[in-house]
């Protein structure tokens, strides 16, 4: 089983749609969790960091529930320039963890 | 441009040549991160460091490749004998982690091409 696992898509909505993909993680020691973009061919960036509490920006809200090991991210009335790869990235056990990431969920949002 | 910097940008190289790739981090980042990622993948794990010392490899690491951070400020990876599967993009990021860990900036890469 891989350390964290997405669905890879690629989802296909028209604009304004919401959207949400969601993530598993094996590692229940894990402690911190992101969401990263990566547009085509260009380096991961990070677009919200996830809290307990779970988050919000503007559009976007990312959830974690610790105890089924999931993260959710959520996307709201969506543009065509949210077209990407979206990255799920979790940490290991401790402070020194590394950081992993899963294999990326991709959006096509078309007008 | 104080965000990470990766050079060279694009390698093409014979298989069994060796490679190396520099990474200079984002200044005062005590963490250093080597991923690899290949066409509709996510980045895979490779090695990280925290300042100098290098605190985990991972398994998929032959020994054709090895790391460096000598002063805990930039760093180097190196590939030996290449083969045609090493072709990826080779990604770099940092982070300051004093406790706890914080988002990792990445570079744009070092496109590798084995031919």
């Known amino acids: 089983r891989k350390e964290v696992e997405q669905d890879p898509g690629p989802f296909n909505v028209p604009e304004g749609a919401t959207v949400a993909f969601n993530c598993t993680y094996s590692n229940s020691a894990s402690q911190s969790f992101f969401w990263y973009r990566q547009d085509c061919r260009k380096e991961p960036k990070l677009l919200m960091s996830v809290y307990s509490s779970g988050n919000e920006d503007g559009r976007f809200t990312a959830q974690l529930n610790r105890a089924s090991q999931y993260i959710s991210l959520l996307i709201r009335d969506s543009k065509l320039s949210d077209s990407a790869t979206y990255l799920c990235?979790?940490?290991?056990?401790?402070?020194?963890?590394?950081?992993?990431f899963g294999q990326g969920t991709t959006l096509q949002v078309k007008p | 441009d104080t965000g990470v910097s990766q050079d060279p940008r694009h390698k093409i190289t014979k298989r069994g040549q060796n490679v190396t790739f520099r990474c200079d981090p984002i200044s005062e980042h005590n963490r250093l991160y080597w991923y690899r990622q290949t066409l509709g993948q996510g980045p895979e794990f490779l090695t990280y460091?925290?300042?100098?010392?290098?605190?985990?490899k991972s398994r998929l690491l032959s020994d054709r490749f090895s790391a460096e951070r000598p002063k805990g400020s930039f760093s180097t990876l190196e590939i030996q004998r290449t083969e045609q599967g090493d072709s990826a993009m080779y990604l770099c990021?940092?982070?300051?982690?004093?406790?706890?860990?914080?988002?990792?900036?990445f570079g744009q890469g070092t496109r590798l091409t084995v031919v």
């Open positions: 460091f925290q300042n100098e010392a290098q605190l985990e």
């Open positions: 990235v979790v940490n290991g056990r401790s402070n020194t963890g590394k950081l992993i």
């Open positions: 990021a940092s982070s300051h982690s004093p406790e706890g860990n914080t988002e990792a900036f």
